[in-house]
């Protein structure tokens, strides 16, 4: 077993990233328009690309992943008779409500865990379905440094639980096999098996496939031994 660690981010070492459903209302609203919130939610549920694992996008990677997200915006503000005048604008708050830093809290044993996992001689590797600016956020965080290197969906184009993503993976680390840790049973835990990875479950994945289910992140270090 190679001691490499493969860490899931929202839900997993940060508490879920609420924004990921309001964000567009939040914009709407700077503009003064009051859509209904569980509709902008109901609409955002299916936007984002890990949404459609299904569909690859390596051409339509970084820049050019938000103005794909962007042309379905605006396709749904049109829809609802908004001004193309305010297209812009709404895409760029939209944006900038998303990625805020203010959106995460890390669980209260993230650091610590992911420090007493170097100490044990593991390398630690994110994994994450997640928009292009997300490492900015990691350094803010100040979590950026316990990591060897990062996985970002947005940045290849693939999205767990794809093999291509889990392939990247295993060639940014080099290693054929390791512990994916995680709290979606499809994307981490499924995606994680297919690979070949002991899997282990946190937090709200209670029900999963796993091999090891755990509440906190402080009870994976007996698991790793």
Not at 153 to 158: D, M
């Amino acid at each position: 077993m190679d001691r490499v660690l493969f860490w899931d981010f929202d839900g997993t070492l940060s508490y879920p990233n609420k924004s990921f459903s309001t964000a567009l209302h939040c914009a709407l609203a700077e503009k003064s328009y009051q859509l209904d919130a569980a509709e902008c939610a109901g609409f955002l549920s299916d936007l984002y690309s890990w949404k459609t694992p299904q569909i690859a996008y390596p051409d339509k990677r970084n820049e050019l992943w938000w103005q794909t997200h962007f042309e379905k915006i605006r396709t749904y503000l049109a829809a609802h008779e908004i001004p193309a005048t305010d297209f812009d604008v709404i895409c760029a708050a939209f944006r900038e409500k998303l990625i805020a830093v203010s959106n995460y809290a890390l669980y209260d044993d993230t650091a610590a865990t992911l420090e007493a996992c170097r100490q044990m001689g593991f390398r630690n590797y994110l994994v994450t379905n997640n928009y292009p600016e997300i490492l900015d956020n990691l350094k803010k965080l100040n979590i950026a440094d316990y990591f060897s290197d990062f996985i970002v969906s947005s940045h290849i184009g693939y999205e767990k639980p794809r093999k291509e993503f889990f392939d990247y993976a295993k060639k940014v680390s080099g290693a054929a096999s390791g512990y994916m840790i995680g709290d979606n049973p499809v994307a981490d835990i499924q995606g994680g098996k297919d690979a070949g990875f002991v899997t282990i479950a946190v937090h709200a994945c209670k029900q999963s496939c796993a091999d090891h289910y755990v509440e906190t992140l402080s009870q994976i270090l007996p698991i790793l031994g």
